[in-house]
């Protein structure tokens, strides 16, 4: 089973729609969690991190996280042509140190 | 220069040659990681060096090997590599936390190996 899943995608929305994606872990005690950005041939970029359950908001993206569920998400806002690429999400678990675990990540398209 | 840097950007090698990749973070953090992305695979961790030693050591072959000498720098020293082991080699840096989670990490540029 791996620890961190995220479906592979490619996840296709419209222009200026939300696009969500998820991600769930294995570790019921995990207690970081991050999302990054990977354009084709670059390398990831933090955009959200969140350690509390609920929502945090940070400009057209929320992160949303739910522990008893074991999942994460991230909700783009009115998504554009330039949100396209692949996002990772990233999973602390209990007595991990700084160490983080990384899913497969979903690619997002977004189509004008 | 800022945040975290790395040179070479592109590697060729071949299989008995000898090179070493460098990191440098300019974020004041004390926390290092060396990751490898291969294609269609997760990001996989390496190396892991916090407060300036070696903490984690991922089942990694002997042909790789990590140098952290300070807070700033780490270098992954390489020899005797296999195609396979060609992949976009990443560095990352964080704060260092001694429990209840960790803090954010923030990638390098990469180095993109490839052995012939």
């Known amino acids: 089973q791996k620890e961190v899943e995220q479906n592979s995608g490619p996840l296709s929305v419209p222009e200026g729609a939300i696009a969500s994606l998820n991600c769930t872990y294995s570790?019921?005690?995990?207690?970081?969690f991050f999302w990054y950005r990977q354009y084709s041939g670059k390398s990831p970029e933090l955009i959200m991190s969140i350690y509390s359950n609920g929502d945090k908001e940070d400009g057209r993206f929320t992160a949303q996280l739910n522990k008893a569920s074991q999942y994460v998400s991230l909700l783009i806002r009115d998504s554009q042509p330039s949100d396209s690429a692949t996002y990772l999400c990233a999973v602390n678990g209990h007595n991990a140190g700084n160490m983080l675990t990384f899913g497969g990540g979903t690619r997002l398209m977004v189509k004008p | 220069e800022t945040g975290v840097t790395q040179t070479p950007r592109h590697l060729v090698m071949g299989m008995t040659n000898k090179k070493s990749l460098k990191c440098e973070q300019h974020?004041?953090?004390?926390?290092m990681y060396w990751y490898k992305q291969s294609a269609k695979k997760p990001l996989e961790l390496m190396f892991v060096y916090s407060l300036e030693e070696r903490v984690e050591n991922n089942s990694v072959p002997s042909r790789f090997s990590p140098e952290c000498p300070n807070s700033s720098h780490l270098f992954l020293h390489l020899h005797t590599l296999q195609p396979e082991d060609s992949a976009l080699y990443l560095c990352a840096s964080s704060h260092h936390r001694d429990r209840g989670g960790t803090y954010e990490q923030y990638f390098g540029p990469g180095t993109r190996l490839t052995v012939t």
């Open positions: 570790d019921r005690v995990s207690q970081s």
């Open positions: 974020l004041g953090h004390n926390a």
